[in-house]
């Protein structure tokens, strides 16, 4: 019971706080007085129907518009394995093809490079300050700019938190240990650890394990404690590294715009609030679950060695980040905009964090 009246809760305050954000209303063109009109949707999703507590978070909002919404809005949630296309979501948006998809936007340069900073940059916000960026630091303005090009409404979707910085076979001394090295890396780090002579590629979730086992790659970044132990890869790759490439990689809904200008003006009210509060749970029990998964790993997984690159190859690697960003931006007026406008906000925010939680947290190991 106390779980159901503290969702009732978070979402009536929600209701209030995302009809504040303007440049996400549509226009609300359907006919409101359809009072009893019921309307479906389709969501792809990039992940796998087992892949907790990604698959999760568009599962729950579907369940919660439903219910807000007297059962008018039903979304039906296809994972990848009935689609068939995990990384090719935001195509199956913009097409029409899928009313809307849960996904990372980094998995997309290729199609658009803007579509990497709404997920994560190296060396980048933590999950904190993202969403602060995002929700009051004109984040959601500038990935609306972004995506309408696409068709495409978005919105936030859950943040991973600061992820780890992969599973290696081999130990990383230099940065000369990257040379050769398959990885399995996706958005702007993999263009960084492409300098250093390694080979990045991206490969869906669902097929990390069997790559890594058979050699078809060297090593992966996936998430952290609350999803890679159990995708098993301590027992082929026994090195564990910290993050750097994704401090706080946020997840999003995507939607076509023309599937949600049909929808009545309360319905789209409530789509939103449901993806919010969604959203925010993935994020929260991102937390917990790697709480909880680094404990269990230190029993059940004692051969594995968390280390952290050492500071020579760090500083590389973010020598590298800062050129290429710097040639990304004079070449691109969006990525400019884009980029100055994240790093303004997370100097402030940092200046607060540092002063704040890192503080608090040297002081009181």
Known sequence: MLKKITLVVATTLLVTA????????????????????????????????????????????????????????????????????????LDLVKSGQYDMGHTATYYYKGKDLATIP?????????STEQQGWMYYGGGLELMQKVFKPHNIVAFPGGNTGMQ??????????????FKGLKMRIPGFAGEVIAETGAVPTTIPGGELYTALDRGTIDALEWVGPSMDIKMGFHK??????????????????????KAYDKLPADLQQILKTAMRVSADDM??????????????MKTEAPNVQIKTMPPAVLNELKAINDRLVGDMVNESPMMKEIIESQQAYQTKARNWGKLADYQYIKDNQ
């Open 283 to 296: 994020s929260v029990r991102t937390q917990h679950m790697n709480a909880e998964f680094l404990a269990q």
């Open 236 to 257: 082929i790759a026994p090195y564990y590294y910290t993050g750097w490439h994704e401090p706080g990689a946020e997840l999003h809904y995507l939607v076509n715009d």
């Open 164 to 177: 780890m910085g992969g599973w290696f076979k081999k130990e990383i001394n230099t940065v000369d240990d």
């Open 18 to 89: 995302c009809g504040s954000n303007s440049e996400t209303a549509g226009s609300g063109s359907a006919d409101s007085g359809q009072s009893d009109k019921v309307y479906k949707l389709k969501l792809a999703a990039t992940w796998g129907p087992t892949l907790t507590p990604f698959i999760d978070a568009s599962q729950n909002m579907a369940k919660m518009a439903e219910e807000m919404s007297n059962g008018r809005l039903k979304i039906q949630v296809d994972p990848s394995n009935k689609h068939k296309s995990p990384l090719g979501i």
């Open 118 to 126: 709404f997920t994560a940059m190296p060396f980048g916000m933590t």
